[in-house]
């Protein structure tokens, strides 16, 4: 992990409805970083993800990837300029050998930028080196129909087709959710095989148990605000955390 900040969160602010889902949240992510997003529900941080990802607009605040302004973009303009993201909800496509899932991100106007692909059987190839990556069975499961796959392999699907497009952060919107601990445990190497390759990660998560061992420093937010950063050791140790939590 490097000292190079490569995202930038300056007082974000988003209101619905006269009720404010972001306050000011202002936070950074260095190169090689991994970010844990702690709340309870309603806390803000899928807003968070999904304004940082472009699938919203703020009211107000700043948003910049390695220095650059990205606020205001479109998603697929975000994830061109390096921020990818996975979904809580999962949905690939089923009716597809697994590897196809993450052929058809290759596709994506940033891979092709980045020189991915020049043909279909190259995609493949490089499709099946992100899924072994991820820890698949590249004999075996490349070629599997994604409808056969347990939850934890879709879990890690996702985040293949995610980091199809080399992206220089990933926002990982609750990995472990619904997820056995067999399922999950396998979700927790696959994101830090990704974080040795110096990618930033942050990822939203309720399930605390998976969470806490991966990250480097923990932000905790509730009713739209930033309540604590740091070490994701102090998290027990703050009586305003556990009212949170416990009440």
Do not use: W
Request: glycine residues 8%.
């Amino acid at each position: 992990m490097s000292d190079k900040v490569v995202l930038e969160v300056r007082d974000l602010t988003k209101s619905f409805g006269g009720l404010a889902a972001l306050d000011r949240v202002s936070l950074t992510v260095r190169e090689g970083e991994i970010v844990g997003i702690i709340g309870p529900n309603g806390s803000g941080k899928t807003t968070l993800i999904n304004v940082i990802s472009g699938f919203l607009k703020p009211d107000k605040g700043s948003v910049r990837l390695e220095g650059e302004d990205i606020l205001g973009l479109p998603a697929h303009k975000v994830a061109e300029k390096g921020i990818a993201r996975t979904f809580q909800v999962l949905r690939p496509f089923y009716s597809v050998p697994a590897c196809h899932n993450v052929v058809l991100s290759l596709l994506s106007p940033r891979s092709r930028r980045l020189k991915y692909i020049r043909r279909v059987g190259l995609a493949e190839q490089v499709a099946m080196d992100l899924i072994e990556l991820l820890g698949f069975d590249r004999a075996h499961d490349s070629f599997r129909p994604t409808r056969t796959l347990p939850p934890g392999y879709l879990r890690r699907l996702d985040i293949a087709r995610a980091i199809a497009s080399e992206p220089r952060v990933l926002l990982a919107d609750e990995p472990f959710s619904e997820l056995t601990a067999v399922e999950a445990t396998s979700v927790g190497p696959a994101l830090l095989r990704l974080n040795s390759l110096g990618m930033a990660i942050v990822i939203i998560e309720h399930r605390l148990h998976y969470l806490m061992g991966l990250i480097h420093r923990v932000i905790v937010m509730h009713e739209g605000k930033v309540i604590f950063e740091g070490n994701p050791e102090d998290v027990e140790k703050e009586e305003r955390i556990r009212k949170v939590y416990y009440g």
